[in-house]
Every structure is written in C-alpha cells, then in structure tokens.
C-alpha cells in the first residue's frame, strides 16, 4: 500500500495549494517543507486581484491578516516618475506571513506537514512515485515538483543569468508614509527593483542583479543596496533611516525568465509553481501563478488527467500572459526604452493599465467557481 495519494516536494504557495486542495477532498496527503520555521523567499509580496481571489477559496482572507492596500503603479527609472492607477484592487503582505498561513490551512485539512527535511531524490517508478528523503521513502500515486526557484536534483531547469534577493524593512515613518497604497518599480541598468509595504508598517524590497551589475558591485547585497541609492532616490528615499529585518538578504541565482517546462517527467509527477514556468519579476503575478498551478494540478489529479495533460493545458493558458511580460521585461535592457517607458506611462497611464492586465493569470473562475 502506498504510503500518501499525493505528495507535494515544497511547502511553498504552489506546494501548498496542491496538497490543501486534494486533502480538503479526503485524499491522503504530504507536503515536505524543507525549513523549519518560516524563512524569507526571493520573491515579491504583491498580490494581485487574483491572487486574492485564489487565497480567498484556499481559506485566507489577506485582508483580516493586515495586508497593505495597493493601488498604485510608480515606475522610476534615474530621476524620471511616472504613477498609474492599477486596473485593479492589489495588496502586500509578506511571504512569511502567507507561505506559513498556507501551510496551516492545509495540515488543517488533513494534510501530513513534513518539515525540516530535505527531498533528495523523486523517483517515479510505474504507477508510483518514490520520494526520498534522508534514509526514507515515501511512496505516492503521484506527486507535485514544488520546489520553487531551487531545482530537485535529477530534474532540473535551464540556468538563467540574473541573480535576485531580497530583504525585508521597517522604512521611518515617513518613508512607509510615502510607499503607502504604492507598488515601486524602479528600472537601472543591470536590472531593477520592486518594494511596497506589507504588513505590521514592515515593507519588502526586491532586486535583480544581471551578471555586468554582480561583476561591478559584488555579492554584498548591503554594497548592492549602497549601489542602488545612488542609482535612483526613490530607492534612497526608501532605505534613509529604515531597519533591516534580517542580518542578511535572501537570494538565488541563475532565476531562468520564462522559462517554461517542455518535457514531462512522469505523467503521475506534476511540476508547479516556478518548475512548470517563471514569469519575470516585474508583474508581480508569480504568487497567482503558483496558486493557480498548484490548484489546477490538484483539479487534474482529482480528475485523472495526466502530468503532460496538465503541463499542456496551463501553458497553454498562460502563453500570452508570458510573450507579453518577456516582451515588457526586455525594455529594462535598454536606457533609451527605460526612459521612454516612463515617458510614456506619465503621459498615458492607461498604457501602463493595458499592460498590468494583458500580464496576469487567466481562469481563475474556473479554479474557484
């Protein structure tokens, strides 16, 4: 007898959504979460409208857990601003927060919680499929590669080139005043940035390195931050005065840019969240992909539709969701089109609104309905 119906490799968004959803139907259910305790992710804490709405039918309502209202775009680039209305009712709150709150909803749900330990081979073999981990097996009719930006030994991804990090603040009062309501983008050469407040009068701060930019400044993400400040003063204006978090900033290299996974390893193994794609930084729509993933593998496996079914339909969903933010995403490469971005969305915001929706998740209300 197999020890789980369904195992998810990651306790992330993606992970969790997977394993809450199936459990909630009665299925027997793991998640392995290699941390112990909640740990700070490479990853932005906006959410979008849609985002909300996947959370809300997964049990959390981002609202009652202090989310900070968004609801408009500031794109910088040097000393050039532009502000668009968004076309749509956006939030922050912070990974930490979510991630865990996910967690415990599912293992509310039924779900086994396996935390601490570190999957370190999936093995698909027939109808089954064998998780190790340490000198364990778990056995599983099937499972959900959910482990994020980091690869799973034995099946990996592409190798991209940018390097991200992030780190967590409580900006002085006036600062956290000036950010209030507002997702900052702020575009330099080598790559940009992404802040907003979340939760508690705490605020995030996301940024992308490109190998010229890590070859010049370094590795010291407090020396990539010095280097920041003087490319912009909103990022300046964000950091004067302000308390780190965390005495370092979390990162991950080699982050492939749309990327998305072409070959199916089982048809009993699901890849989800960023192992099925990865949608550029900048949208801020990476939290709903996870979720929609992991809901609509959960949906397949409830279903019987197989891993390639699966791969084959969400791609196919998302594919002009994607073209277009690697059409966007390849503006930040040049000065000329950084300058001309911003121009562009202070005289007609409603560009910068066009874009935001032709960027996000589609059929959503399929998922929750």
């Known amino acids: 007898m197999r020890d789980f119906d369904a195992i998810a490799v990651g306790g992330g968004l993606a992970g969790a959504a997977f394993a809450l959803e199936l459990a909630r139907g009665g299925a027997r259910v793991a998640v392995i979460e290699r941390t112990c305790t909640p740990t700070l992710k490479v990853c932005g804490d906006f959410l979008s409208t849609e985002a909300q709405q996947l959370l809300a039918y997964l049990g959390l309502d981002v609202g009652a857990m202090g989310a900070s209202p968004i609801s408009t775009l500031r794109l910088v680039t040097g000393e050039r601003v532009a502000h668009a209305d968004l076309p749509f009712a956006a939030a922050g ?65 592409r190798r991209g080139v940018m390097t991200a990090y992030k780190i967590s603040l409580t900006p002085s009062g006036s600062a956290g005043r000036a950010l209030d309501g507002i997702v900052q983008l702020v575009s330099y050469r080598g790559g940009y940035v992404g802040a907003c407040n979340v939760e508690e009068g705490n605020a995030t701060i996301c940024w992308l390195m490109d190998p010229a930019a890590m070859r010049a400044v370094g590795a010291d993400w407090a020396a990539q931050l010095h280097h920041l400040t003087r490319q912009s003063p909103a990022i300046g204006g964000l950091l004067s005065g302000a308390r780190f978090l965390s005495a370092r900033a979390a990162a991950v290299s080699a982050i492939p840019y749309g990327f998305t996974r072409r070959t199916t390893i089982a048809p009993n193994v699901y890849a989800v969240g960023d192992q ?8 801020g729509d990476g939290t709903s992909l996870a979720l929609s993933s992991g809901l609509a593998a959960a949906h397949a496996v409830r279903s019987g539709a197989t891993a390639e079914h699966f791969h084959r339909d969400f791609l196919a969903r998302t594919r002009s969701q994607l073209v277009w933010a690697r059409a966007v995403d390849a503006t930040f490469k040049s000065a000329l089109a950084r300058r ?30």
């Open 340 to 369: 001309l971005s911003v121009a562009a969305t202070a005289a007609l915001p409603s560009l910068a609104r066009l874009v935001a929706n032709l960027t996000r998740v589609k059929g959503v209300a399929e998922l929750t309905g």
């Open 276 to 283: 099925l794609c990865v949608i550029p930084s900048f949208t």
């Open 93 to 157: 709150l912070s990974r930490l927060a979510l991630d865990e709150a996910l967690l415990c909803e599912a293992e509310a749900a039924g779900a086994e919680l396996i935390r601490g330990e570190a999957v370190t081979a999936l093995e698909p073999d027939g109808d089954a499929v064998r998780i190790r981990i340490g000198r364990r097996i778990l056995t599983g009719r099937c499972a959900a590669l959910a482990t994020g930006k980091h690869n799973m030994r034995g099946w990996p991804r």
